[in-house]
């Protein structure tokens, strides 16, 4: 099936939303002893002392014909279809680079180094990717510095 995925260089695990486990047919292991601290705090739910609801292992997780296996964690809920973080991230050795228009080009490799896919993760014009969150006085958005 395919689904919109958020790389996220920060997540221990790769997530998937329990309405997206449903859609598929992936068989899970429940016997998992494993707490997602950040997952919790942010979505304020109480998930049980083992945090998510179950893992999927091996998925098959295809982007650009770069095929790799990975353990997906299912949880009640995320905005995101699938969150890709640290441990596909090592796998296909990911390398982001931030290009001079503000845009994100991620290259990633298969194991065998057969198949190099690059793509484009962010858009330079994507609602998300500015300087500042909101603007200043005037609706100006200006320049802010920070001293230690």
Known sequence: M???????????????PRRIFEQSNLATDPDIHWRIDTYNMATNEYLGDDGPIDVCRDVSVDI???????????VEHSNHDLILGR???RLVRAAFINEDDGSLTVRIKSEDDLKVAQFCA???????NQEFAKPGKGGEFGSHSLKA
């Open 2 to 16: 395919k689904v919109t995925s958020l790389l996220d260089a920060g997540s221990e695990v790769n997530i998937m």
């Open 122 to 128: 962010v858009r330079a014009d994507h609602e998300r």
């Open 64 to 74: 650009g014909g770069v095929d790799v296996l990975q353990d997906i964690f299912v």
């Open 87 to 89: 441990p596909w991230e």
